[in-house]
């Protein structure tokens, strides 16, 4: 069964602490996984995917094949990061599946 | 580049009554998807759309949802009757479509906020 599991529905940080918001998987094929993020008011938006391996506003994830995970990471959280994260899958079909999402929380 | 139309943006109906959604995707973008995402909850897929064909529909409660992509571009949801538990924000979403170079994203819209009293 393909699944996505955020463990964390808020996580909670001070400004400039590290934030790790955590994601495991499910899914019997090679997948695709990108973390979504929506802040206030906003639309859905794509925050990064993991064949581009790239750091988007200092946010980075690396897929764990053997712990199939695909946690978000950040080194000093920011005021601005706070918003609802999900983690998605996208199958070879292109089927698309989404975490329960986490809410995070920077406090200043 | 024009974003994901969804209309209308809230709809308040009583039980029982039916209503319907709207959205019209990027331009060119062969895959469709509507999404119902409960309060606390991730967005649950319920249809997807490659052009005006279904590629999967098994969560879509088809006793009451349908939806339709007749000419492989705008996209209707229509729920008839309607309950309770259907209160949900349905989001609309594309991408490019199956097989096509850079096929990855999906933009979604800002969403129809369905209140069922």
């Known amino acids: 069964a393909q699944r996505v599991t955020q463990p964390e529905k808020l996580l909670s940080v001070f400004k400039g602490a590290p934030v790790e918001l955590k994601c495991n998987y499910s899914?019997?094929?090679?997948?695709?996984l990108f973390w979504y993020v929506q802040y206030s008011r906003q639309r859905l938006q794509l925050l990064l995917r993991?064949?581009s391996r790239e750091s988007i506003k200092g946010f980075t994830a690396d897929l764990n094949k053997g712990e199939t995970s695909f946690h978000l990471k950040k080194p000093f959280a920011q005021e601005e990061d706070s918003a609802m994260y999900y983690c998605?899958?996208?199958?070879?079909?292109?089927?698309?599946?989404f975490g329960s999402g986490t809410r995070l929380s920077i406090r200043p | 580049e024009a974003g994901v139309a969804q209309s209308p943006r809230y709809k308040i109906i009583e039980k029982r009554q039916s209503v319907a959604f709207w959205c019209n995707p990027i331009?060119?973008?062969?895959?469709l998807y509507w999404y119902q995402q409960i309060l606390g909850q991730g967005p649950k897929l319920l249809i997807q759309?490659?052009?005006?064909?279904?590629?999967?529909d098994s969560q879509l409660p088809k006793d009451r949802f349908s939806a339709e992509r007749l000419k492989g571009v705008d996209s209707t949801l229509k729920i008839q009757p309607a309950k309770l538990e259907d209160s949900a924000v349905y989001l609309c979403?594309?991408?490019?479509?199956?097989?096509?170079?850079?096929?990855?994203?999906?933009?979604f819209g800002q969403g129809t906020r369905l209140t069922v009293v």
């Open positions: 979403a594309s991408s490019l479509g199956l097989g096509a170079a850079g096929d990855t994203e999906a933009f």
């Open positions: 899914y019997s094929g090679s997948p695709e």
């Open positions: 993991h064949i």
């Open positions: 998605v899958l996208r199958s070879s079909a292109s089927k698309i599946i």
């Open positions: 331009s060119g973008h062969a895959t």
């Open positions: 759309f490659q052009n005006n064909g279904v590629v999967d």
